[in-house]
């Protein structure tokens, strides 16, 4: 049975991506060609740390972003990457310490909340709050924002060079199976979404807890080996612009890179649907400079700099502030704001407890292996 969490985040942004596409106002330009933002007066630099350390994605936080909060408070921002959620979430519950900053999905949310693995967030250091969009606050699965801050927003579908592999070749997740595709798909490292689309083949939902049909989900999984070239969620785009591969299952943000660089590019929501997520910003617990954290969190929601993250990494964004600063031909791609219709099937991955979790992982090292 498909969760309601699911269906409540997809239809929160069936109507932010109707609202984005007639919105009004859009930059032309890049992040080059946008102000700087300025130091906030109301930050307590005695309080700020040397430096701040940050544990998310690669290709997700800006170096420019990175750089300016550096020079605006004189803090060092150490950067390190994990490449799924489920990744970032046995590093914590090993008793990694030293992070500041982490990123997940609201599905990892909740884990790491039920777990006791995140800090609470001080409003009070987070003014800039005000600026999201308010349909992306107080959410299930957070209501109060206590624990994690909405950073951006996407799907994960299929892109596919077209001078390699016709549209019409792509109707579906099960043409993915396509012998004609032998060593020439690249598909992420990650057990949630690649589970979730063999689920999806057999027409049950991403949240499956079945073991009749996650067995199935294996087998199925097994069988697209031959076809895929590689397990990459850091840079995928890097095999697709070098014609390693011919297309595969990205992330929107990633595709969206990917067809600035080349017109031959597609970005495919089959019509099985596809996993809708919502990153946010969160603080482990323990963090050894929570106020910093905040600082940063806070720098993060400021209108220039959550546009400058958006032209870097082109995401949909849940800062309302910002949308003036988003060049107007990103607001209008679909594969950074798809239309409503292609999310009518849309899901978002929700907590399934240890047990369940542990097995979506052994599953996949099972596929891999």
């Given at each position: ?8 985040v ?91 900053i ?21 409003h ?8 999201l ?59 949630r ?28 999984l ?20 070098g014609?390693?591969?011919?297309g ?52 993060l ?59 979506y ?9």
């Amino acid at each position: 049975m498909r969760k309601r969490v699911g269906l409540a985040v997809a239809a929160l942004l069936m109507a932010t991506v109707a609202l984005s596409g007639c919105s009004s106002g859009g930059n032309t330009g890049m992040a080059a060609d946008l102000p700087r933002p300025e130091r906030d007066p109301n930050v307590d630099t005695s309080r700020l740390s040397a430096e701040l350390n940050v544990f998310t994605w690669s290709e997700y936080l800006p170096q420019s972003v990175i750089s300016e909060f550096e020079d605006l408070y004189g803090v060092r921002v150490n950067y390190d990457t994990y490449s799924s959620n489920e990744e970032m979430h046995a590093k914590l519950k090993a008793g990694a310490s030293g992070y500041d900053i982490i990123i997940p999905e609201i599905y990892m949310v909740k884990v790491l909340r039920r777990e006791g693995l995140l800090e609470t967030i001080d409003h009070a250091n987070v003014p800039n709050l005000e600026n999201l969009d308010a349909r992306f606050v107080g959410l299930e699965h957070d209501p109060n924002n206590d624990y994690s801050v909405p950073y951006v927003w996407g799907t994960t579908g299929i892109v596919v060079n077209t001078e390699r592999i016709s549209p019409d070749q792509i109707q579906s997740w099960d043409d993915l199976w396509n012998p004609a595709f032998e060593g020439k798909l690249v598909v992420p490292d990650d057990a949630r979404e690649m589970v979730g689309i063999a689920l999806r083949t057999a027409g049950h939902g991403l949240n499956t807890t079945d073991p009749a049909a996650l067995q199935a989900a294996k087998e199925k999984l097994k069988a697209l080996k031959p076809n895929v070239r590689a397990y990459n969620s850091d840079s995928p785009k890097d095999l697709l612009l070098g014609g390693e591969v011919w297309g595969g299952v990205v992330w929107s943000g990633e595709a969206a890179l990917v067809m600035r660089e080349s017109d031959s590019y597609e970005f495919i929501i089959p019509p099985e649907g596809v996993t809708i997520w919502i990153d946010h910003v969160a603080i482990p617990k323990d963090a050894p400079h929570k106020y910093t954290a905040e600082v940063f969190i806070n720098f993060l929601l400021d209108p220039l700099v959550s546009a400058r993250i958006s032209a870097e990494y082109p995401y949909g964004n849940p800062n309302k502030a910002a949308m003036p600063y988003i060049p107007a031909e990103d607001l209008a791609n679909k594969a950074i704001n798809p239309p409503s219709e292609w999310l009518e099937k849309a899901e978002s991955l929700d907590d399934l407890g240890d047990d369940m979790n542990q097995l979506y992982d052994q599953i996949w090292t099972e596929v891999k292996g």
